[in-house]
């Protein structure tokens, strides 16, 4: 089935946009940052993290929405989910991710990057641990 076929390949595509910036943020970004001067570091906060943060967050949304289409595609092929049921593992940890990404990451990034008013050192306390839960929960995937 081609529809499938693009809608894996989609999938995988997407997955490999979301992971590799949530790596790029726990394993470079983060060290970086630490070292930086402060005026480097703060052209980096107005002028590339948001930029990353877009592909990041989207990143996330489309290998979610990709991965419910592959849901729905593979239910109807081998006639439910109880046929793979190592895959529930992937689907609770992908949505877990996803949530963490839109519902806690992505709204204390916008505090430490100056969109939304909040305190910075507490927002950007609470985005890195959901990233680094991130981190763990798809190093099975991997």
């Known amino acids: 089935m ?26 470079v970004q983060t060290e970086y940052f630490k070292e930086a001067e402060a005026d480097a570091k703060a052209d980096a906060v107005k002028k590339l993290a948001p930029r ?25 092929m081998v006639g439910g989910m109880t046929a793979q049921p190592i895959i529930w593992i992937g689907i609770i940890a992908g949505t877990l991710m996803f949530l963490n990404v839109w519902l806690v990451i992505w709204p204390n990034q916008q505090i430490v990057i100056g969109i939304k008013e909040g305190d910075g050192p507490a927002a950007a306390a609470k985005a890195g641990l959901a990233s680094r839960t991130n981190t763990l929960l798809s190093a099975p995937m991997l």
């Open 52 to 76: 990353a943060l877009w592909w990041f967050r989207w990143g996330a949304m489309f290998t979610f929405i990709t991965g419910l289409a592959l849901i729905h595609f593979t239910k109807a």
């Open 2 to 27: 081609i529809t499938e076929f693009i809608f894996r390949w989609a999938h995988v595509l997407f997955g490999i946009v979301w992971i590799g910036m949530l790596y790029y943020f726990n394993f």
